[in-house]
């Protein structure tokens, strides 16, 4: 058994509706994250990711249950659970190394300004932007702006990495490189992620475990998808594995379809939000090649 | 690149001429209108000796651009003469205004920004203390001055009294506005970070907020030098609007004009010096 770190326990969102009452964004969800596993959540827009992924970074309470980060609930942000935001919210007035060091500063506040610079540094080397330390973040392109708030994120050296769509404004290039690099470094670290994403092929790249999200209003965590691809996977390989269309089908189809349907398919059938099925989609026919997909 | 550059070089030539322009235009219409020789009218010489020149050679009582020149000149190389209390330089009298606006100002900014801190941060002093600004703001600072006399007894405070109330309001309502307004991501990454909430004053709101509280800042220099002027005719004793209203006493336009003049030169530093300040904490998004 591998070790939880985290553990969301019957968590409820309830926002007052504009008739009166309440409407709930979801209710009683339950999720677990091992150490070192990266998770990424999928869902149609407005069904509550982002309001997961802020109690679980503690910005924002839940109306009931709880989050447990190894063996104690949280009440607020820490240090130890880091989010890179996916405007990036880097300090316009502070340089490149500015914004780091201030991180860096908060989490060691015993050290030395040449040793938080020295911590600082070395992560904004691992991003790739030494030589930009002392740009401005109005200086910088988007995809050099998300690079920042990587590094300061890791700089932090946290048990959790938080990440809300962290993507998603940037091109499919520097998408792509980012992502690279992004994996490079947890796969490295071991670093525990969830993150969210739109985007089915960046879950498959980078996910261990995907978590499928229904529409709201609430939503709730249909499946866990197991991710049958081997870990030192390539980005460009990837699509010849003979499990990556099994996958990649099972989650557009949820995209498509199941996330609108999934409260009608599960009318009558017993379900246990405390255990959601755990589906590990493999293609039916071993190493056969996808066939081809017949046009509509 | 260079090409802008020019174009930029030439366009701020191409200002400068043609303000020079409208300034000696300006002068030489002055100049005309004042030095004008109307027909010498026909009266008693002894009349004509009470009246002066103004009246028998149909010299304007308006003071043309020389004149006007050559008493500066003698503001300027003599600032700081002391013949009692009704014959002043003009640096004096303006050390005088500037050291109440200076006072008042300071005093606004010690009670306006913290307070309007506490206004931007919570909902509840925000409504609480909103009836009483709606009211105070748009009162005319000179409408406090009998209270202020009576209160404080003493025509100095109460000019920095009254300098103070009408510079406090825009430093105020722009802090709060400015706090307030403080993008909630970077209170977040402060929240992430377990940063106190001193430190987050500090460290975020106000690097966020100041360049809000510094346009604030600056337009309240902007009416505390209007407000001194008015405030210093009323109270007396020193001060350029004093200066100004006791020239007029002794009908010297000449005079009341060069006291115009470093007014609005007074004013337009005073709004300059803000201005870079601004500059200096405005970051770019
Ligand atoms: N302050 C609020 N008051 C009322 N409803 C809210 C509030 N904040 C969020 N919601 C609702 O909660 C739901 C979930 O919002 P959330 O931001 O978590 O969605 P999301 O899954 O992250 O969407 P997206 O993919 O577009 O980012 C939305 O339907 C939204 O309308
Ligand atoms: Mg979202």
Redesign the pocket.
């Known amino acids: 058994m591998t070790e939880k770190l985290i553990s969301i326990e019957a968590i409820a969102?309830r926002?007052?509706a504009p008739g009166g009452g309440q409407?709930a964004?979801f209710e009683n969800l339950w999720l677990g994250i091992n150490r070192g596993e990266f998770v990424c959540m999928i869902?149609?827009?407005?069904?509550?990711?982002?309001?997961?992924?802020?109690i679980l970074a503690g910005l924002d309470a839940p109306s009931e249950g709880v989050v447990i980060v190894d063996n104690q609930a949280i009440d607020g942000p820490a240090l130890d659970r880091a989010v890179i935001f996916?405007s990036h919210a880097l300090l316009p007035w502070r340089s490149v190394l500015g914004n780091v060091a201030y991180a860096v500063g908060a989490r060691h506040k015993d050290w030395s300004k040449a040793r938080i610079k020295e911590h600082a540094e070395k992560f904004i080397d691992l991003v790739g932007l030494k030589g930009s330390e002392y740009k401005k973040p109005s200086e910088l392109s988007g995809g050099m702006k998300q690079r920042v708030g990587i590094a300061r994120a890791l700089s932090l050296e946290p048990k959790m990495l938080l990440m809300?769509?962290p993507f998603s404004a940037l091109d499919a290039l520097t998408r792509g490189t980012l992502q690279d690099e992004v994996r490079g470094i947890c796969l490295n670290t071991g670093q525990t992620v969830f993150m969210?994403t739109?985007d089915v092929d960046e879950a498959i790249y980078l996910a261990d475990k995907i978590v499928l999200?229904t529409n709201?209003?609430e939503?709730q965590i249909a499946e866990i998808v197991e991710n049958p691809l081997p870990k030192d996977r390539e980005r460009n390989q990837i699509h010849k594995h003979a499990d990556y269309y099994a996958i990649r089908n099972h989650l557009i189809d949820f995209l498509v379809s199941r996330s609108r349907t999934f409260k009608d398919e599960m009318k009558g059938k017993p379900w246990d939000p405390m255990n959601v099925p755990l589906v590990r989609p493999v293609s039916e026919t071993p190493s056969a090649p996808e066939p081809m997909r017949k046009r509509a | 690149m260079t090409i802008q550059k020019a174009n930029a070089m030439t366009l701020s030539f191409r200002a400068a001429v043609v303000s020079i322009l409208i300034l000696v235009l300006f002068l030489g219409s002055w100049h005309l209108a004042t030095s004008g020789t109307g027909t010498v009218q026909q009266m008693d010489p002894e009349y004509a000796k009470l009246m002066g020149l103004t009246a028998t050679q149909g010299k304007s009582a308006m003071p043309g651009p020389l004149q006007v020149g050559a008493t500066l000149w003698k503001h300027i190389t003599n600032p700081f003469y002391d013949n009692g209390p009704n014959d002043k330089g003009l640096g004096i009298q303006l050390a005088y205004s500037i050291g109440r606006v200076v006072l008042g100002y300071l005093l606004a900014v010690i009670v306006a920004i913290p307070l309007g801190f506490l206004i931007g941060m919570s909902q509840l002093m925000s409504r609480a203390l909103d009836p009483f600004i709606q009211v105070l703001k748009p009162i005319s600072p000179l409408a406090w001055m009998p209270l202020a006399l009576y209160t404080i007894k003493d025509s100095n405070y109460s000019a920095i009294f009254v300098i103070f109330i009408c510079s406090v309001w825009p430093m105020l309502i722009n802090t709060a506005f400015g706090v307030a307004s403080v993008r909630k991501e970077w209170l977040n990454v402060a929240r992430t970070l377990e940063v106190g909430a001193f430190k987050r004053a500090f460290t975020v709101i106000l690097p966020a907020a100041a360049p809000t509280i510094l346009t604030g800042m600056r337009i309240s220099i902007g009416i505390a030098w209007l407000v001194i002027v008015a405030a210093e005719m009323l109270v007396g004793g020193t001060g350029i609007g004093y200066f100004v209203w006791n020239e007029w006493n002794n009908l010297s336009i000449t005079n009341v004009i060069n006291a115009i003049l470093v007014i609005g030169i007074v004013g337009m530093i005073l709004d300059q010096l803000l201005a870079r300040a601004a500059k200096l904490v405005t970051y770019p998004e």
Not at chain 1, 43 to 54: E, P, Q
């Open positions: 969102k926002y007052p409407t964004v869902g149609h827009s407005g069904c509550g990711k982002t309001t997961v992924l802020n996916q809300d769509e969210i739109h999200m709201g209003p939503a």
